[in-house]
């Protein structure tokens, strides 16, 4: 029976087994104005690639040409900027000489703005022409950022300044690239997690049912532990790539609050993102998270992280009082970047009995643990299933009259 004040309901849990396309076709527009690939990684900080000029002083209408070069890179972003104003929005256009191993994109606004790769195969040399606009200022330094590989990259290396001629010499003589916020302190947990809390304090997804991943390397394992304004976070589970879950407003990716487990040599790397539909996510920023730990061990990756329940202004961030569907993610990595698997499971669970007497998470206070032995179905299927749930989701009905939703899974 319901406990007071609860409506018997359901609730949906995704297992997506799919996850990340990568698209290196140099369409990086989202990181025209800070120049920094949202891999979720941190830059190198010294710079093994050049950028020549043809000349150093220039007039409007001038079309002066920038070459980057260096070792085999396989991306890049390059942009002119003045030479005062390095924060500022890029200046002038470019034309290509070489449109096999570059493009132009839209910055802020102005097309041909900025130049990119189109592919990621290595290269050594770029080759473009910078057009000096008419309202040009009297300094220009090129700015480019540089990606090796997905977890090796420079952000914003200069070029020497080029000037106009009669211009007052530079204010700013020496490049200041503001630093990168600092990262959170991530600790290490010293042994597994445990379901003893489970139905108690912590809200658990287990598989296979009633597993404890203290006792079982193979159980997969979430939980949420809510405590006072905040929720901590636990999920491990064997994989020597990624283990991630989101929170969704509807049956399908997009849109989505993301937080991603990601195994990086014998270290794991705690990262937000967020999804905007069925491709990469996009990384955001480790502010909002705290007392982040992990642990590698037997195959198993762990890691938990607390973060508040509403972050008010902070965009992409689910305020965790409301209701959602969760999707769960594995996959392989490779460089620190992630790649997909294709399978695509729906489970069912009912709640069964509150977490806690009055606040309670996700807008409904449930414990549940899912059963592993369930039957993979087709997307037809899942849409199908999904909008049944979806129309009943947190009401009373369906199941009190006896109707069993597509492949319900085992409950305790």
Same mark, same amino acid.
């Given at each position: 029976?319901?406990?007071?004040?609860?409506?018997?309901?359901?609730?949906?849990?995704? !297992?997506?087994?799919?996850?990340?396309?990568?698209?290196?076709?140099? @369409?990086?527009?989202? /990181?025209?104005?800070?120049?920094?690939?949202?891999?979720?990684?941190?830059?190198?900080?010294?710079?093994?690639?050049?950028?020549?000029?043809?000349?150093?002083?220039?007039?409007?209408?001038?079309?002066?040409?920038?070459?980057?070069?260096?070792?085999?890179?396989?991306?890049?972003?390059?942009?002119?900027?003045?030479?005062?104003?390095?924060?500022?929005?890029?200046?002038?256009?470019?034309?290509?000489?070489?449109?096999?191993?570059?493009?132009?994109?839209?910055?802020?606004?102005?097309?041909?703005?900025?130049?990119?790769?189109?592919?990621?195969? @290595?290269?050594?040399?770029?080759?473009?022409?910078?057009?000096?606009?008419?309202?040009?200022?009297?300094?220009?330094?090129?700015?480019?950022?540089?990606?090796?590989?997905?977890?090796?990259?420079?952000?914003?290396?200069?070029?020497?300044?080029?000037?106009?001629?009669?211009?007052?010499?530079?204010?700013?003589?020496?490049?200041?690239?503001?630093?990168?916020?600092?990262?959170?302190?991530?600790?290490?947990?010293?042994?597994?997690?445990?379901?003893?809390?489970?139905?108690?304090?912590?809200?658990?997804?287990?598989?296979?049912?009633?597993?404890?991943?203290?006792?079982?390397?193979?159980?997969?394992?979430?939980?949420?532990?809510?405590?006072?304004?905040?929720?901590?976070?636990?999920?491990?589970?064997?994989?020597?790539?990624?283990?991630?879950?989101?929170?969704?407003?509807?049956?399908?990716?997009?849109?989505?609050?993301?937080?991603?487990?990601?195994?990086?040599?014998?270290?794991?790397?705690?990262?937000?993102?967020?999804?905007?539909?069925?491709?990469?996510?996009?990384?955001?920023?480790?502010?909002?998270?705290?007392?982040?730990?992990?642990? %590698?061990?037997?195959?198993?990756?762990?890691?938990?992280?607390?973060?508040?329940?509403? %972050?008010?202004?902070?965009?992409?961030?689910?305020?965790?009082?409301?209701?959602?569907?969760?999707?769960?993610?594995?996959?392989?990595?490779?460089?620190?970047?992630?790649?997909?698997?294709?399978?695509?499971?729906?489970?069912?669970?009912?709640?069964?009995?509150?977490?806690?007497?009055?606040?309670?998470?996700?807008?409904?206070?449930?414990?549940?643990?899912?059963?592993?032995?369930?039957?993979?179905? /087709?997307?037809?299927?899942?849409?199908?299933?999904?909008?049944?749930?979806?129309?009943? !989701?947190?009401?009373?009905?369906?199941?009190?009259?006896?109707?069993?939703?597509?492949?319900?899974?085992?409950?305790?």
């Amino acid at each position: 029976m319901a406990a007071p004040g609860f409506t018997l309901g359901t609730f949906v849990f995704v !297992l997506l087994v799919s996850s990340v396309v990568n698209y290196p076709n140099g @369409k990086v527009t989202k /990181s025209c104005r800070g120049m920094v690939p949202l891999h979720g990684h941190s830059p190198q900080s010294e710079p093994i690639h050049h950028i020549a000029v043809s000349q150093r002083k220039f007039r409007p209408g001038d079309r002066i040409e920038v070459t980057l070069s260096g070792p085999p890179f396989k991306g890049f972003l390059l942009e002119a900027h003045d030479a005062e104003d390095l924060s500022g929005l890029p200046i002038g256009s470019f034309t290509l000489i070489d449109s096999q191993v570059s493009q132009l994109l839209t910055c802020e606004d102005v097309q041909g703005s900025a130049v990119s790769h189109t592919s990621s195969s @290595k290269k050594t040399e770029i080759k473009v022409y910078w057009n000096a606009p008419s309202s040009a200022p009297d300094h220009i330094r090129f700015l480019v950022t540089v990606v090796e590989k997905y977890k090796i990259y420079w952000v914003r290396i200069p070029s020497d300044v080029i000037s106009q001629p009669n211009a007052l010499p530079l204010t700013t003589p020496t490049v200041t690239i503001a630093p990168l916020s600092p990262s959170p302190p991530v600790s290490h947990l010293t042994k597994p997690f445990s379901a003893s809390d489970c139905g108690n304090r912590k809200f658990c997804v287990r598989s296979p049912v009633n597993c404890d991943p203290e006792k079982e390397p193979a159980c997969v394992f979430l939980s949420f532990t809510r405590e006072d304004q905040s929720v901590m976070v636990e999920m491990s589970g064997p994989s020597d790539g990624y283990l991630s879950f989101a929170f969704s407003h509807d049956r399908w990716m997009g849109h989505d609050d993301a937080y991603m487990c990601i195994r990086e040599d014998q270290s794991v790397h705690i990262q937000p993102s967020h999804l905007t539909g069925r491709s990469h996510p996009v990384m955001d920023s480790r502010g909002i998270l705290e007392d982040m730990a992990w642990r %590698l061990a037997d195959g198993v990756i762990q890691c938990s992280f607390r973060r508040n329940i509403t %972050l008010p202004g902070v965009k992409n961030r689910f305020d965790l009082n409301e209701s959602f569907y969760i999707f769960l993610a594995d996959g392989a990595v490779k460089d620190g970047r992630i790649y997909k698997h294709s399978n695509i499971g729906v489970l069912v669970a009912r709640f069964l009995r509150p977490v806690w007497s009055k606040a309670f998470f996700l807008g409904q206070a449930v414990v549940s643990s899912i059963s592993s032995s369930f039957t993979l179905t /087709s997307l037809v299927d899942c849409k199908d299933a999904g909008c049944l749930i979806k129309s009943c !989701l947190f009401k009373s009905p369906l199941w009190s009259s006896g109707h069993t939703p597509l492949n319900a899974p085992d409950l305790v």
